[in-house]
């Protein structure tokens, strides 16, 4: 048998939704685009939303709007895909990287506390592989310190925190609908927002900050020219793609339910093996599970690298746990006086399972099986 360790839920609908979109000829920053943002807007309970070409560029634009400088300090986990701090190092800042909870994987506000600065200008928490964050202690710490909260929400569509959707929390929520997240437009991200003057800019920005947008042009029945009225760039996301983010957005409760069933599948099997550690889902939190990351306590009789090949040998594609970016060799040189230790064990002794809509009990049961055989 050969299982995947993820793969996108995709059918007829979305491709014909795509083609249909095709014979338009409006292709690029188009109608399909402005539903897709309605609707995803509708969906998280956010006042507005903004498609754009991936999540990388939505925090991007996320540093712009919040006034983030060269001359700022911004805080976030280290233990997270490095686009997260590629973001704040776009603009010239200086990424101050933060521990993790181990049993949850997000940031923790304890250890952010304690790096704030007075060059601090905002904090970037991440609702790592679909678990939402402390979003309200955060935003309470952000409100004391004067600073700006931005969530990288690249795996949480779908997920909630006390009973509301991720991107309904705050101002600046950047999503990713890449092949590997719940749904997905084969690349593309979105910014929700409850700010009308954030939204503005940041349809601005996306399209070279063009005063008159293409769409105005060609409904217009006078010639009109348009300025370039700041620096911007091409983060569009195309009538295309969103017209796949539409249709799979209709589908998103219940690839997550059935994610759900997959993920529990996992708890109850495991639940009771001693030398590793699951997923936890505490009360007021509600996961997409985008991933399901068991640890490997120091007890249990195999390392994850081999936990990770032999399972290979059986035909099951694992990955290891979320990479740290101050270990990247892109931050070999960036600062070197880290001490993230929870953050690095968390990282070398995690290992992520097969989950995917619709994955048989077959496949559940293989893994599970010669998981259990390898670990005890």
Known sequence: MKIPLAKPYLDKEDAQNAYDTILTGWVTQGPRVQEFE????NYVGSKYAVALSNCTTALHLAMIVAGVTADDEVICPSMSYVATANSIRYVGAKVVFAEVNPTTYN????????????????ILI???????????????????????L????????????????????????????????????????MITTNNEAYRDRIKLLRQHAMSINDRIRH??????????????????????QAAVGIKQLEKLDKIVAER????????????????IQLPLEADGYFSNYQSYNVYLKPACKISRNDLMQAL????????????????????????SNYSLPISEDTSDRSIVLPLFYPMTDNEINYVIDHFIRLVQ
């Open 38 to 41: 309605e609707k995803f807007a």
């Open 312 to 335: 290979l040998d059986e035909g099951i594609s694992t990955r290891r746990g979320v990479t740290t970016a101050h270990r990247e060799t892109a931050y070999k040189n960036y600062q």
């Open 260 to 275: 759900r069933k997959v993920a529990f599948k996992y708890h109850q099997a495991l639940k009771d093996i001693n030398c």
């Open 107 to 122: 940031i923790d506000v304890d250890d952010v506390r304690k790096k704030i600065t007075s060059k601090t200008k905002a």
């Open 126 to 148: 991440v609702h790592q592989i679909g678990m939402p964050a402390d979003i309200d202690a955060f935003k309470d710490l952000c409100n004391e310190k004067n600073l700006v």
């Open 150 to 189: 931005i969530e990288d929400a690249a795996c949480a569509a779908g997920s909630s925190y006390k009973g509301n959707k991720i991107g309904s929390h705050s101002d600046l929520v950047c999503f990713s609908f890449h092949p590997r997240k719940v749904i997905t437009t084969g690349d593309g991200g």
């Open 219 to 240: 409904e217009s029945d006078k010639v009109i020219f348009e300025d370039h009225v700041e620096l911007g760039y091409n983060y569009r996301m195309t009538d295309i």
